[in-house]
């Protein structure tokens, strides 16, 4: 199994700031990776696909980036809606989609 | 409107067993894969299981492989997760989900609100 690795487990941040979560595969997935944003007590909500490319109605602050085995999540200026848990997940292996263990995004 | 919802979560002893449903309306179900993934208590997500729009792939994590069986029937647009043998570790929340698209790409654009699963006597 692909094995999916994020950084950092949990970080702190202002509004206003730019925030970057990192994503490491264990193997190669090409491009075949996806975010998602989840909120207390709410189910998981597609951010990006396909590495970078943004999914409907998801605010433009939102990009993703990086192919092979290194991808980013970035959020280019924060906002208080967005203090949330963030889910990187592969899809290379169809048989056998796996996700990363969530990035807490908290209020400093 | 577009929306899936689950049901059939409820409290089993372990060892036992437990089918839930999924219910989608608002799309043409049938055109997409769909998917099981639960998410224990404070924990993060897990994919459980997968099936293609015809039933012709199928894919289930090493977790609950040989266990769980997971079902469709395009007619009634309704997908399905047989969970046999339950173990105190399958206790979680249990989310359908909507393949983004017809490709063999599997990732998630509609999910549902989630059913809970206990496993505990």
């Known amino acids: 199994d692909i094995q999916m690795t994020q950084s950092p487990s949990s970080l702190s941040a202002s509004v206003g700031d730019r925030v970057t979560i990192t994503c490491r595969a264990s193997q190669s997935i090409s491009s075949y990776l996806n975010w998602y944003q989840q909120k207390p007590g709410k189910a998981p909500k597609l951010l990006i696909y396909a590495a970078s490319s943004l999914q409907s109605g998801v605010p433009s602050r939102f990009s993703g980036s990086g192919s092979g085995t290194d991808f980013t999540l970035t959020i280019s200026s924060l906002q208080p809606e967005d203090f949330a848990t963030y889910y990187c997940q592969q899809s290379y292996s169809t048989l056998g989609v796996t996700f990363g263990q969530g990035t807490r995004l908290e209020i400093k | 409107e577009v929306q899936l919802v689950e049901s059939g979560g409820g409290l089993v002893q372990p060892g036992r067993s437990l089918r839930l449903s999924c219910a989608a309306s608002g799309f043409t179900f049938d055109d997409y894969a769909m998917h099981w993934v639960r998410q224990a208590p404070g924990k993060g997500l897990e994919w459980v299981s997968g099936i293609s729009w015809n039933s012709g792939s199928i894919g289930y994590a090493d977790s609950v492989k040989g266990r769980f069986t997971i079902s469709r029937d395009n007619a009634k647009n309704s997908l399905y997760l047989q969970m046999n043998s339950l173990r105190a570790e399958d206790t979680a929340l249990y989310y359908c989900?909507?393949?983004?698209?017809?490709?063999?790409?599997?990732?998630?654009?509609?999910w549902g609100r989630g059913t809970l699963v206990t496993v505990s006597s």
């Open positions: 989900a909507k393949n983004y698209d017809s490709s063999g790409n599997w990732y998630f654009d509609l």
